[in-house]
């Protein structure tokens, strides 16, 4: 319910941010830079006397747009090639197996990253990036849920009346591996977040002069030692509490489909 | 003074809390087992027997609550003990046995390790532990304890597992063994052995038994005085002989009707049913708890309760108790008259030389029958001996191994079948749970067959899937329902009326009953019966369970370790002469009515098939054993006694 909560709170902060917020957050006002919080700005200023508070509430939107088209793609594919791979098994599974263990060797940010380097970063390129290097890890969670679903005899039933293969993975099989991906979807939906917000960080995802979180916390980080704490701390609150609330909210669904 | 019952259940009144609302499963229940005496407990599942094992030794689940009475063991109120002292009680008093000996042992400690750590409890220095474990292993008849006292829990079979756990339940010399469905999960042959080894364990320390059981001809062989279950409430009591023999409560009776008994077939009409359903727990007030199934209730069941009635030494929750015989059948007789399978012509379905190998195992080898239109070919055999692996390579779920032909109407049949192939072969498989896609509804699972195998066009869908489903006796109501909605046997009428949707005219039934209780197994068999009568389909009947095979079955093959052991007429492998493991088979069975003859004993275990014994593959078990003949030669088909009845076996027919 908190988690629901808190996604609901930054869905609406994107959605209507640009309505809600006191300043434009593109607005500059070099004589009002590096402020720190007041009444009139509430999170302070920044370096171009952006106003903070209005740059962390927009800034909602465009992780909000990439982290689930993201997850959409890696889950839409995983589930695919889990389906696939789980229920004709054979050296198709044996290879994406293989492949899955050494993606799982390294951490997710710096595939991403390599990827990233070689086609260019923009907004699409990050979406489809992290979605391709998702799509083997929710492959393997589906795989798992399918080999034990496979055994049972409602496919070889399906089998014995002459269905095709399309047919038995998506009318029988995968109406009965929905939670398992329901969880996962949920829980790869945190991890983006957090991917994005990393990959903006070192400069590979969102770009400038988009007011984003993990650009944000790039750009000033460097500022803590002199002081200037609020913008990172009001952009890094941000991202944990979407994290978070995403987690919560992947916790709650496993515990829903658990009972 | 007399001394103590081992077990004196009072009144107890005991409810789970769900949803904060208490659920009542037992009424009012008491029971008394003596000293040394042996009590069964009946019912069906839902009765509520395995929460009186639990209560008797406190162990309920969080939310299973005392709602009034008592439970003494040895004379102490159980409730009443503080947490130490009810520690000591179990460790002195009380041991349990429960199903799957398997799940009770620890896997990843030696199971004489495991029977040890009761003595060491008990204050013996480890060595002396040690050496009393392995006497109690050697107790339970177990050859060579000290070899496998030394062996994880996982290298043993399901019997020597069960063994185990008797050990270990009698290591602290109870005063009562409570046994919760302890050879469930077991073959025939093993489960005569255990219960054999618990009368006779028995017999040795006077320990009480509290025996639990769906089974009732478990009970009969074991129990001196038997209670029956219904709906938590106890509805009749008595010495176990005469419960059985002259059942004074309605549903003693009908559940006595409904099993398959002393040799009834088919063709002497339907079993007997218990029309309804049990109530739901805490379901039903005021009046008699089987009132609604009874066939002889009155104004007077429906409105008062039936106290436990007193007929000298045995009780019958029964406002009728002398009625109850005369209980009325609740299944309508006359049977559309039986085909008498013609086997003249050439058979519908062959298997030639058909053998499956998964790597190393071999799990079937050389297996040749032929089902002709209209029989039922009965399949029996223990865990392991390739029942069910020959039914998938019939239904061309499995490859066989090459040189395996199946043959439909003489025509050998390739792995991608033709659509009227595949429509003619269909199953009704061991476990509704899994053979219905639990995401679908009724209607979907039965409509998608009569698409896909009958090539029902959309008008006529409707009206046939209708027929299909009345044809199988499942109301119209349960048509938009999942099968999760359902109980076990109207999910095998779904699984029936989905392999019937092609009107295919073989159907192989791999276990259709066995996870269902015996009054609905009774309906179950009665309408294959019923729908093989009338459509002329011949099954492939696969059980462990002799008496429905011998019900349903016209011709009977017996395998052991993927082989043919025999094949002929029910009646005539019945009958005999037999082969010395059909002979075995039918001996273990527990019956009704004792009088267990002298059961032919098998020595050992069944061997490994991945290193199969050489020559005759049941030489290492057999009572009947030539000599170095069996090692070394594979038996030749002899013929039986009558055409069509085939043993494999070195002795001649004329001495078996």
């Not at chain 1, 070099?30 to 402020?35: F, N, S, T, V």
């Not at chain 1, 589906?142 to 047919?167: F, H, I, K, M």
């Not at chain 1, 590979?204 to 990172?232: C, H, K, M, R, T």
């Not at chain 2, 009834?264 to 008699?288: N, Q, S």
Request: with cysteine; proline share 7%; aromatic share 6%.
């Amino acid at each position: 319910m908190t988690g629901a909560a808190i996604i609901l709170f930054w869905v609406v902060c994107a959605l209507a941010g640009p309505q809600l917020v006191p300043y434009d957050p593109y607005a500059t006002d070099i004589l009002g830079a590096l402020a720190p919080p007041s009444a009139r700005h509430w999170f302070g200023t920044d370096q171009l006397g952006r106003d903070v508070f209005s740059r962390v509430v927009v800034g909602a939107r465009d992780i909000l747009v990439v982290a689930p088209l993201a997850t959409a793609l890696g889950v839409a594919g995983g589930v695919v090639l889990g389906l696939v791979t789980g229920y004709y098994r054979g050296a198709v599974d044996n290879g994406l197996s293989r492949l899955v263990d050494v993606l799982l060797t390294l951490p997710l940010v710096i595939i991403a990253l390599l990827a990233l380097a070689a086609i260019g970063a923009s907004t699409a390129t990050v979406v489809v990036v992290i979605g391709v290097v998702f799509t083997p890890l929710v492959a393997r969670t589906v795989r798992a849920a399918v080999l034990s679903q496979a055994a049972l005899d409602y496919v070889a039933a399906a089998r014995l009346r002459g269905e095709r293969g399309p047919y038995i993975l998506f009318v029988e099989i995968l109406p009965n591996v929905a939670g398992p991906i329901l969880v996962e979807a949920t829980v790869r939906l945190g991890y983006a977040v957090f991917t994005v917000a990393t990959l903006s960080f070192i400069g590979f995802g969102i770009q400038p002069p988009s007011p984003d979180w993990g650009l944000a916390i790039s750009e000033n980080y460097g500022l803590i030692g002199g002081g200037i704490w609020w913008i990172v701390l009001a952009n890094a609150a941000a991202v944990a509490s979407l994290v978070v609330g995403v987690n919560l909210v992947a916790d709650g669904v496993q515990e829903a489909l658990a009972t | 003074m007399t001394p103590a019952p081992a077990l004196a259940i009072e009144d107890l009144d005991l409810a789970y809390r769900v949803r904060g609302r208490d659920v009542s499963v037992l009424h009012r229940l008491s029971l008394r087992i003596g000293p040394g005496e042996s009590y069964g407990l009946v019912g069906e599942s839902g009765s509520g027997k395995s929460t009186v094992a639990l209560a008797a030794v406190r162990y309920l689940p969080p939310n299973g609550r005392v709602l009034g009475g008592r439970v003494l063991v040895a004379g102490r109120d159980l409730y009443g003990l503080a947490p130490e002292a009810l520690r000591r009680l179990r460790a002195t008093e009380v041991s349990m046995v429960y199903q799957d000996p398997g799940r009770a042992l620890n896997p990843s400690i030696r199971v004489g390790e495991q029977v040890a750590e009761i003595f060491r409890l008990q204050g013996l220095p480890p060595a002396r532990a040690r050496d009393r474990a392995v006497e109690m292993l050697a107790r339970m008849r177990i050859a060579d304890p000290a070899s496998v006292a030394d062996r994880y829990p996982h290298l043993l079979s399901g019997g020597m597992q069960q063994r185990v756990a008797i050990a270990m339940a009698l290591s602290t010399d109870p005063r009562l063994l409570i046994l919760d469905e302890p050879t469930t999960g077991l073959d025939v042959t093993v489960e005569a052995e255990i219960l054999e080894l618990i009368a006779q364990v028995r017999a040795e320390l006077g320990t009480a038994l509290l025996l639990i059981s769906h089974n009732l001809a478990v009970v009969a062989g074991v129990c001196d005085r038997v209670g029956v279950l219904y709906a938590g409430s106890l509805v009749e009591e008595g010495p176990t002989r005469e419960v059985f023999d002259t059942p004074r409560h309605p549903y003693t009776v009908g559940l006595m009707r409904c099993l398959p008994q002393g040799g009834r077939r088919k063709d002497h009409g339907r079993l007997d049913v218990i029309p309804g359903f049990p109530p739901a727990p805490g379901e039903g007030a005021g009046g008699c708890v089987f009132a609604p199934r009874c066939g002889l209730a009155t104004d007077r069941c429906r409105a008062e309760a039936p106290p436990l009635h007193d007929l000298g030494g045995r009780l019958s929750r029964c406002h009728y108790p002398d009625l109850a015989a005369s209980l009325p059948r609740a299944a309508a007789d006359g049977l559309p008259a039986s085909v008498v399978p013609d086997r003249s012509g050439p058979p519908i379905l062959e298997a030639r030389g058909l053998g499956k190998t998964f790597g190393r195992v071999r799990a079937l080898h050389d297996v040749s029958l032929a089902l002709h239109a209209g029989e039922t070919l009965g399949l029996v055999g223990e865990s392991g001996s390739g029942k069910t692996t020959l039914a998938r390579l019939l239904l061309g779920l499995v490859a066989p191994d090459p040189g395996g032909v199946v043959a439909l109407d003489g025509r050998a049949l390739a792995m991608a079948r033709r659509p009227d192939q595949r429509k003619a072969l269909q199953i009704v498989f061991q476990n509704p749970d899994s053979a219905l896609n639990p995401a679908h509804s009724v209607r979907r699972l039965v409509g998608r067959a009569l698409v896909r195998l009958a090539r029902v066009r959309k008008p006529d869908r409707a009206a046939r899937l209708l027929g299909l489903t009345r044809s199988v006796q499942l109301a119209d109501r349960y048509l938009e329902l999942k099968p999760t909605q359902l109980s076990g046997g109207l999910k095998q009428r779904v699984a029936i009326a989905r392999a019937f949707a092609g009107e295919p005219r073989i159907v192989v039934c791999d276990e259709p009953t066995s996870a269902l209780d015996v009054s609905v197994q009774a309906s179950v068999l009665n309408l294959l019966a019923e729908l093989q009568a009338r459509r002329g389909t011949a099954y492939l009947f696969i059980s462990h369970d002799l008496g429905t095979v011998r019900y349903l079955a016209d011709r009977i093959a017996v395998l052991y370790l993927g082989r043919l052991m025999e094949i002929g007429p029910s009646e005539r492998v019945f009958s005999g002469p037999h082969h010395p493991y059909t002979a075995s088979l039918l001996s273990a069975a527990p019956v009704l009515n004792g009088g267990s003859g002298g059961r032919v004993r098998l020595e050992g275990e069944i061997p490994s098939a991945i290193d199969l014994p050489g020559g005759c593959v049941f030489h290492t078990r057999c009572p009947r054993k030539l000599g170095p003949v069996c090692e070394r030669e594979e038996p030749a088909l002899h013929p039986g006694a009558e055409p069509g009845h085939e043993i494999w076996c070195h002795i001649p027919v004329g001495e078996l």
